[in-house]
């Protein structure tokens, strides 16, 4: 496994690391202006119109956090100005995603509807707006279709026309954008460095790279955020009993629980706990999250036990089905499923009537939009990209559906991935050391197009390896390379390792603090046993 990782040094880390920012870091003097999107002069000036000619307006958000945080700014902008507006969010199980027909019924009576994070596919939909007298404002951040709805305005920055320099951005910093561009036409003093909070959560949730001005946003985000007096974010700081919050905490603990609340029941939970305006209602709304992600957790090991069960080894592409699985779990499962098994997953649930929808995962280099758009014939509703789609199909397209996956995987030539993409080098244990985490902050918030910097070190005895944790679910390890001794630590993992034993392994490090005192750690990935 080793052979063919770079020997690394201090200096060559640091030029790797380097090479991820081509424009060098950028902050927030280096942000595009809001007239560079295709649109939103056109935009602004309607909505201006709007807010002078005392029009409704309702804004359409989605159920995800890019969605929840986009819907919240804009509600959040209209309180702070004084201008009453309407806000939905579809739910994930009665109407679908997005602005759709579904919906079209409980925003009659609206003069201009702006959706945030969705409605470049709403084609349907938005004639059906122009029908009832409804102008429409889209801005969405994902892919174009051949077909793009008629509307008054569209700001996406994949359209060919925009002059947007930046591709990967999400729906929270084009709302955020939006209004950037209202407050300058408006004249009105609000400090946007408060809106950046919420934006820095999108961009981490929605697994936007963290380069170039994503970069900028989600440090001042992060900045603001452990300054905020927003009630929402000093209630979870309470309840996770931290003082500040880092990129990590937000993509592992803070966006979970807002996306719980539209994956189990109604993402309207969400936005009413982000734009909480005291403590107590902030407390009550987090502690409601915080049950919506219990029972999402549980639902989801459940459900990905009995897919695990249904694995077919010898696919390429697995696909399982289970009876009445829930809808708002199956793309985590897909995810873990295909982290199990290193290969691409789709995870289907039949319902009684018998049409079947889920979701996929792709796993490495593998795309699982083109593989299985060569499918399409066989299914009803598809969409995504390389490496996440959402499906559904009839029941009785299924075997046929199957079959020509895996043959469009075999077509397209795809080699299983032995080099693991997030390993930047072997590293020997002589460079571990507080230069070496130094270097590593400094490229700092890791995530999306910026991964942790993860090593090998080859040829490692294991000293130690005893059970910690509770119920005994992690390892602490110590290893030794050529007389120099790391402290290590694996979580979640029964796995059993022989002292004494040489073993390749792979990590990131950290600093631990403890007890007054700053120690270097591993934090493991893999321990790989050499043959003895």
């Given at each position: 496994?080793?052979?063919?990782?770079?020997t690394?040094?201090l200096q060559?880390?640091?030029t790797?690391?380097q090479?991820?920012?081509?424009?060098?870091?950028?902050t927030?003097?280096?942000?595009?202006?809001?007239?560079?999107?295709?649109?939103m002069?056109k935009?602004?000036?309607r909505?201006?119109?709007a807010?002078q000619?005392k029009e409704?307006i309702t804004i359409?958000?989605?159920?995800?956090v890019?969605?929840?945080?986009?819907t919240?700014?804009?509600?959040?902008f209209?309180e702070?100005i004084g201008?009453e507006i309407?806000?939905?969010?579809?739910?994930?199980f009665?109407?679908g995603y997005?602005?759709?027909s579904?919906?079209?019924?409980r925003?009659?009576?609206t003069?201009?509807a702006?959706t945030?994070?969705n409605g470049?596919?709403a084609?349907y939909a938005?004639?059906?707006c122009k029908e009832e007298g409804?102008?429409?404002i889209?801005?969405?951040?994902?892919?174009?279709?051949?077909e793009?709805?008629?509307a008054?305005?569209?700001?996406?920055?994949k359209?060919?026309?925009?002059?947007f320099?930046?591709?990967?951005v999400?729906?929270?910093q084009i709302a955020?954008?939006?209004?950037a561009?209202?407050?300058?036409?408006l004249?009105?003093?609000?400090?946007?460095?408060a809106?950046?909070?919420?934006?820095?959560i999108?961009?981490i949730?929605d697994?936007m790279?963290?380069q170039?001005?994503n970069?900028?946003?989600?440090?001042?985000?992060i900045?603001a955020l452990n300054k905020?007096?927003?009630?929402?974010i000093?209630?979870?700081?309470e309840?996770?009993q931290?003082?500040?919050l880092?990129?990590e905490?937000i993509?592992?603990f803070?966006?979970?629980?807002?996306n719980?609340?539209?994956?189990m029941e109604?993402a309207?939970?969400?936005v009413?706990f982000?734009s909480?305006?005291?403590?107590?209602?902030a407390?009550?709304?987090l502690e409601r999250?915080i049950e919506?992600?219990?029972?999402r957790?549980?639902?989801?090991?459940?459900?990905?036990?009995k897919?695990?069960?249904?694995?077919?080894?010898?696919d390429e592409v697995?696909?399982?089905?289970g009876e009445?699985w829930?809808?708002?779990?199956v793309?985590?499962?897909a995810?873990?499923?295909?982290?199990?098994?290193?290969?691409?997953?789709i995870?289907?649930?039949q319902?009684?009537e018998?049409?079947?929808?889920?979701s996929g995962?792709s796993f490495?280099e593998?795309?699982l939009?083109?593989?299985?758009?060569?499918a399409?014939?066989?299914?009803e509703?598809f969409?995504?990209?390389?490496a996440?789609?959402?499906?559904?199909l009839?029941k009785?397209?299924l075997?046929?559906?199957?079959?020509?996956?895996?043959?469009?995987?075999?077509?397209g030539?795809y080699?299983?991935?032995?080099?693991?993409?997030?390993i930047?080098?072997?590293?020997?244990?002589?460079y571990i050391?507080?230069d070496?985490?130094s270097?590593v902050?400094k490229?700092?918030p890791?995530?999306?197009?910026n991964?942790?910097?993860?090593f090998i070190?080859?040829?490692v005895e294991?000293?130690?390896?005893d059970?910690?944790?509770?119920?005994g679910e992690h390892?602490?390890?110590?290893?030794?390379q050529d007389?120099?001794?790391?402290?290590?630590?694996?979580?979640?993992t029964?796995e059993?390792f022989e002292v004494?034993?040489?073993?390749?392994?792979?990590y990131?490090?950290?600093e631990?603090h403890?007890?007054g005192k700053?120690?270097v750690q591993?934090?493991v990935?893999?321990v790989?046993?050499?043959?003895?």
């Open positions: 496994m080793s052979k063919v990782y770079p690394l040094t060559i880390l640091q790797l690391l090479t991820r920012f081509e424009e060098g870091f950028l927030l003097r280096d942000l595009p202006q809001p007239s560079t999107f295709k649109d002069d935009a602004t000036k909505i201006v119109s807010i000619d409704k359409i958000g989605d159920y995800d890019d969605g929840v945080t986009s919240t700014l804009m509600k959040l209209f702070e201008y309407e806000w939905i969010i579809p739910n994930r009665r109407d997005g602005l759709s579904n919906i079209i019924p925003i009659l009576g003069d201009l702006i945030v994070d470049i596919s084609v938005a004639k059906l409804i102008e429409l889209i801005t969405d951040h994902h892919i174009l279709a051949p793009i709805p008629d008054y305005a569209i700001i996406n920055q359209q060919e026309e925009c002059d320099p930046y591709e990967e999400c729906g929270a955020w954008y939006l209004i561009s209202l407050k300058n036409a004249d009105v003093k609000i400090n946007m460095m809106y950046m909070e919420l934006v820095a999108a961009i949730a697994m790279p963290l170039h001005i970069r900028a946003m989600v440090q001042a985000g900045k905020t007096e927003r009630p929402a000093k209630a979870f700081l309840h996770s931290k003082e500040t880092n990129a905490d993509g592992f803070l966006a979970p629980l807002l719980s609340a539209g994956r109604d309207s939970f969400a009413d982000l909480s305006t005291n403590i107590y209602d407390r009550v709304r999250l919506f992600n219990t029972l957790k549980s639902t989801e090991y459940d459900i990905t036990q897919a695990m069960l249904q694995v077919d080894h010898s697995i696909i399982v089905v009445a829930h809808e708002g779990v793309g985590i499962v995810a873990r499923v295909a982290r199990a098994c290193e290969k691409p997953c995870v289907l649930s319902s009684k018998g049409s079947v929808k889920g995962r490495g593998c795309d939009f083109s593989i299985v758009d060569g399409r014939i066989h299914l509703k969409g995504g990209h390389q996440a789609i959402g499906l559904s009839k009785e397209s075997k046929s559906f199957k079959t020509e996956v895996q043959k469009n995987f075999t077509e030539n080699v299983k991935e032995v080099v693991d993409p997030e930047i080098g072997n590293l020997h244990f002589s050391s507080f070496l985490t270097i902050k490229y700092e890791y995530g999306q197009g991964t942790t910097p993860k070190s080859t040829n294991i000293l130690q390896a059970s910690m944790g509770k119920e390892l602490r390890f110590s290893f030794a007389g120099i001794v790391m402290q290590g630590v694996k979580f979640k029964k059993v004494g034993s040489k073993a390749d392994i792979t990131t490090v950290n631990n403890f007890r700053t120690t591993l934090m990935d893999k790989i046993s050499n043959p003895s």
